[in-house]
């Protein structure tokens, strides 16, 4: 079995309301050191097989068709035995 | 005319668009999402709502609807496509139409009538509007924040393809709700046969409401049928 441990993360260009929102409440609550916080998303998919290379490419398509929309987001990915 | 307006699992605005073209005479029906027979109609409708509930992002899951390939290739062949609010997201998330509906600036769900202003009357949408005319139209949203790049804002701007953009009630673009890219309320495909916008037209469009001007946009749509029959 193997896991797909994905990180879909907007573009630097593109700005992040709710990190923003975040960074503010940080510095407001006494983190003055905070500049910036980038709000992503963590997804973790398990595959019934133990074919990395496999599990690499079905990965890879499943971010570009569904996961991340490839005009705001980035991803990238790693594959984990379980 | 023939309306088909589709269901997705969370959809809330499929009656209303429905209701409103069936009370002007149109033949309107409601298409479930997991059918895969838009019964041949003159225009289709992705209504408002929250399809999936928004997982992921909105109308991502929607997109892999059995139905939306069919959308897609009735679009591709010239078929009319009108897409309001989380069907405009649903349009983005086809290719369809280009861009993405990015949350709010502001991070708060809006829900308050808007003005904006038509940009281009050179649509099947617009028909016989004159540029700059002011319509009132509710919005009612949380990722209504257009956004595209600005290689494609320079494409969508040199093809005429904004129809809507944000505007106060003296047209100046001054009332930006949500943080889009240049005001960005609507826009058009290339071929001007899909229309993704923001506001909700089908919210604006009977006589037991407050703005009635959503119907400047229908009676666009039923001259440009009328002159295509």
């Known amino acids: ?82 | 005319m023939r309306v088909s307006v589709i269901t997705f699992p969370g959809s809330n605005c499929d009656r209303d668009a429905q209701h409103v073209f069936s009370s002007r005479g149109h033949s309107a029906r409601l298409v479930w999402h997991k059918d895969r027979d838009l019964e041949n109609p003159d225009l289709v409708i992705l209504p408002g709502g929250f399809s999936y509930g928004d997982y992921l992002r909105c109308g991502a899951l929607a997109r892999y609807s059995p139905i939306v390939k069919e959308v897609v290739s009735f679009a591709e062949k010239g078929g009319m496509v009108l897409g309001i609010c989380n069907g405009f997201q649903i349009l983005t998330e086809t290719g369809l139409l280009p861009g993405a509906l990015m949350m709010n600036k502001h991070l708060q769900f809006i829900c308050r009538h808007q003005y904006v202003r038509v940009e281009n009357s050179d649509s099947p949408f617009t028909n016989g509007l004159e540029t700059g005319t002011i319509l009132d139209i509710p919005i009612a949203h949380k990722e209504g924040n257009y956004f595209i790049d600005s290689e494609g804002l320079k494409r969508l701007k040199d093809k005429g393809q904004i129809l809507f953009r944000y505007c106060d009630h003296t047209g100046a673009l001054a009332d930006n709700p949500n943080g889009a890219i240049d005001d960005i309320a609507g826009i058009v495909n290339e071929k001007r046969n899909v229309l993704g916008m923001m506001p909700h037209p089908e919210r604006a469009a009977t006589d037991s409401v407050i703005s009635q001007d959503g119907k400047e946009i229908i009676s666009a749509i039923e001259r440009f049928f009328a002159a295509n029959a």
């Open chain 1, 1 to 82: 079995m193997l896991k797909a441990k994905i990180f879909v993360e907007l573009k630097p260009s593109v700005l992040d309301p709710q990190g923003k929102a975040v960074t503010n409440t940080l510095q407001g609550m006494g983190f003055s050191k905070v500049t910036d916080t980038r709000i992503s998303k963590y997804i973790e998919i398990r595959f019934d097989s133990d074919d990395a290379e496999l599990c690499a490419l079905e990965t890879e398509n499943i971010c570009k068709s569904l996961l991340a929309n490839p005009n705001t987001e980035t991803y990238h990915y790693e594959l984990e035995e379980l």
